[in-house]
């Protein structure tokens, strides 16, 4: 039997964790040396289900309770990145999931608001957070395409659910000069990553940043 703790497995996540900086952000492009620090810093073990443990550090994503996933941690190097993060920036993500992305944000800027259409994973999430110290990450229960108005406006925000467009709302919640970073897509299965960023009042610029396939965004403005 396998004890969870013990050096070896200890080194072993080490290793993986290693591989992942060099090979799966570093090596496909990752360049912001915070991201990296942000990466390297959160304990990808600690999001998901021990039995999952060898996997903790795959070029993949992996699955977390209710059918929802941890994003490939390549994907959520790249997100953070192309929110382009200031340390005094607030982020507002919608879909806290296992509370791995809002931990890596949270090493980066001062303070992070995710939301949880799913009241389980939204209270498994705010506990893991607390027991491992993330304490400037605040998380909130409900339909994420409302974004989170108490807390607005945001200077980025990221969606890590795919939405069949952008939710009006969300551009409302963006601070001038703010990015917002969001899959959209026709169909649930795949999106093309978004980056909006709000020049004036009602003025965006938007660019395709490449393609990715996330578990959809319900509610009101989404699937
Ligand atoms: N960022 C997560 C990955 C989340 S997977 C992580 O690092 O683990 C996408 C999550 O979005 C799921 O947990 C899903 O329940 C949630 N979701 C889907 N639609 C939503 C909505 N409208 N508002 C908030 N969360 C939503």
């Not at 795959?58 to 309770?65: G, K, M, V």
């Not at 027991?131 to 605040?138: A, I, K, M, P």
Request: proline share 5%; net charge negative.
């Amino acid at each position: 039997m396998r004890i969870w703790g013990s050096e070896e497995v200890k080194r072993s996540l080490a290793r993986r964790r290693e591989i992942m900086l060099r090979d799966h952000l570093l090596g496909r492009g990752i360049r912001s040396g915070e991201v990296m620090r942000a990466m390297e810093e959160v304990p990808r073990e600690s999001f998901i289900d021990e039995g999952l443990m060898d996997s903790a550090y795959d070029d993949n994503p992996l699955p977390i309770d209710e059918g929802q996933t941890i994003s490939q941690p390549y994907i959520v190097a790249y997100m953070t990145e192309a929110l382009q993060l200031q340390k005094t920036d607030r982020v507002l993500e919608i879909g806290t999931g296992s509370g791995y992305a809002a931990a890596v944000l949270s090493r980066i800027v001062t303070e992070v608001f995710s939301v949880e259409r799913l009241g389980s994973l939204a209270e498994s999430a705010r506990r893991r957070l607390q027991s491992l110290g993330y304490d400037n990450v605040f998380i909130h229960e409900g339909d994420g395409t409302q974004g989170w108005a108490e807390h607005a406006p945001y200077d980025a925000i990221v969606v890590t659910a795919g939405a069949p467009h952008v939710p009006p709302t969300l551009l409302k919640q963006l601070a001038i000069g703010g990015r917002l970073v969001i899959p959209v897509g026709p169909i649930p299965e795949f999106q093309v990553l978004l980056r909006l960023r709000r020049l004036g009042g009602g003025e965006f610029r938007r660019e395709e940043l490449c393609g990715v396939r996330f578990v959809p965004l319900i509610g009101a403005e989404g699937w």
